[in-house]
């Protein structure tokens, strides 16, 4: 028998950001436990230097993400900035865009390619 879960539990925690200059807006997902910024730099793909905003987790039903909150493995902890491993330290979860298959695919590809062309 399997065990049943509330709707709260089994929903992905889902939140949007939206950029007070230039009005970009990216929704992410809590992948792993953890603190997630109220503000951040903004991640429109042309250049801006404004700061998103959250949403406070108040999301459209139907988003789907293009950006996730993680934990860092210790070995890329090791990599990390001071200032990034303590909010890490602390509970800190860090952003990173959410690779599709097909952008796993070529960078693959790609990967290949600069290696037979080295040999």
């Excluded at 970009?24 to 953890?34: P, S, Y």
Aim: proline share 8%.
């Amino acid at each position: 028998m399997s065990e049943v879960k509330d709707a709260d539990e089994a929903a992905p925690r889902l939140n949007l950001y939206q950029c007070k200059e230039c009005l970009h807006i990216i929704c992410t997902v809590d992948r792993d436990e953890g603190v997630t910024p109220f503000m951040l730099g903004c991640r429109a793909p042309s250049p801006c230097r404004g700061w998103m905003e959250s949403s406070f987790y108040r999301v459209f039903p139907g988003l789907k993400p293009t950006w996730e909150w993680y934990r860092p493995t210790d070995e890329e902890r090791a990599s990390l900035k001071p200032g990034e491993r303590e909010h890490v330290e602390r509970g800190g979860l860090l952003i990173r865009p959410i690779m599709t298959e097909k952008a796993k695919a070529q960078i693959a590809d790609a990967a290949k390619k600069a290696a037979w062309s080295r040999q």
